[in-house]
């Protein structure tokens, strides 16, 4: 998730934790909806007095569950996340360790699908999992070509080269084409 969304759900979570912790207050009676004269908590805060009376267990339950949700999408958002390791070990003995950059795998998907005919443009992204790498691939393509054919011989392309010349286990290739260019701001050139 990118940094504008993470700090759009943490906008989220500190909303639905403020309202629930407002909810669990009013309905216990800690604070007075007079005293929530600001923005539309006053009305907020007149609602949740209003349902004190036979509502009171289910009004109590749903102020819970949003502070408690709240909270949880804070904390979620807000966790650091382990990044993935910028290397992957090729080989490690008595030598040594030989280690290939992330950047590098990506250079060379990029090199290999450009290499190809009808490929103008190419997006590569590589992730490592339990059973070896993972590479995205977005690519631009001329309109005359087929996408599933082109498509197919970069999987086997990207695979085989990535597998021959880092020594990575490669488990799987995903190819989006297109035939607009990834970057909006960038015209193609019509000849």
Request: charged share 20%; proline share 4%.
């Amino acid at each position: 998730m990118n940094l504008f969304n993470r700090i759009a759900m943490a906008i989220v979570g500190l909303i639905l934790l403020f309202v629930g912790v407002i909810g669990i207050l009013l309905v216990n009676d800690v604070i007075r909806p007079t005293g929530l004269n600001f923005l539309l908590l006053y009305n907020f805060a007149l609602f949740i007095a209003a349902q004190r009376g036979a509502g009171y267990g289910v009004t109590l339950t749903v102020t819970i569950i949003l502070a408690v949700a709240g909270l949880a999408i804070l904390v979620f958002e807000l966790w650091p996340r382990g990044r993935e390791a910028a290397r992957y070990v090729v080989r490690e003995d008595n030598l040594g360790t030989v280690t290939v950059e992330r950047s590098s795998v990506a250079d060379l998907v990029r090199h290999e699908a450009k290499s190809m005919p009808g490929v103008l443009e190419v997006q590569p992204q590589v992730s490592n999992g339990p059973d070896g790498l993972h590479v995205f691939t977005r690519a631009t393509v001329e309109p005359e070509f087929e996408a599933p054919v082109l498509g197919h011989e970069m999987q086997e392309r990207i695979k085989t080269s990535v597998q021959t010349h880092m020594g990575l286990q490669v488990a799987e290739v995903r190819i989006a084409t297109q035939t607009a260019p990834l970057d909006r701001r960038k015209r193609r050139r019509v000849a």
